[in-house]
Nanobody
Framework: QAQLVESGGGLVQPGGSLRLSCVAS????????VGWFRQAPGKAREGVAC?????????DYSDSVKGRFSISRDKGKNTVYLQMNNLKPEDTAVYYC????????????????WGKGTLVTVSS
C-alpha cells in the first residue's frame, strides 16, 4: 500500500532546530514533487516548502520560513527531509508531507498521497 509517513516532530525551545522526515513506501518518491505543509490550531493549512522531482532539481519556500527551513531528498532512502532552524513559537503546528504525483511545485495537498502529520511545538 502506497503511503507517506512523517516523523521527527517534538518539543523544542525557540532558536532550536528539528529535522522532519517524510518516508514513502509503495512508490518512488524521487519521481515526484513533494511539499511540506503545516496547520496550527485554529488556522488554515499552509504550504511551507516544496521540492520538485529530482530531474528538475529545484526548491521553493514560503516567506515565513525562507532562510530558516531547508527541504532536501535522499533518493536511496526514498525520503524527503525538512530541516528547520531558528525555530519560533509561531512555527508550532502539525507538519504534513504530500505529493500530488506531479513533478513541479506547488504541490496540491489532498490529491494523491499525504501523511498523518507530526507535531512540532516551539516553546520555552
Amino acid at each position: 500500500q502506497a503511503q507517506l509517513v512523517e516523523s521527527g516532530g517534538g518539543l523544542v525551545q525557540p532558536g532550536g532546530s528539528l529535522r522532519l522526515s517524510c518516508v514513502a513506501s509503495g512508490f518512488t518518491l524521487d519521481n515526484y514533487a513533494v511539499g511540506w505543509f503545516r496547520q496550527a490550531p485554529g488556522k488554515a493549512r499552509e504550504g511551507v516548502a516544496c521540492i520538485t522531482s529530482s530531474s528538475r532539481g529545484s526548491t521553493d519556500y514560503s516567506d515565513s520560513v525562507k532562510g530558516r527551513f531547508s527541504i532536501s531528498r535522499d533518493k536511496g532512502k526514498n525520503t524527503v527531509y525538512l530541516q528547520m532552524n531558528n525555530l519560533k513559537p509561531e512555527d508550532t503546528a502539525v507538519y504534513y508531507c504530500a505529493t500530488d504525483s506531479g513533478s513541479v511545485c506547488p504541490v496540491l495537498f489532498g490529491v494523491d498521497y499525504w501523511g498523518k502529520g507530526t507535531l512540532v511545538t516551539v516553546s520555552s
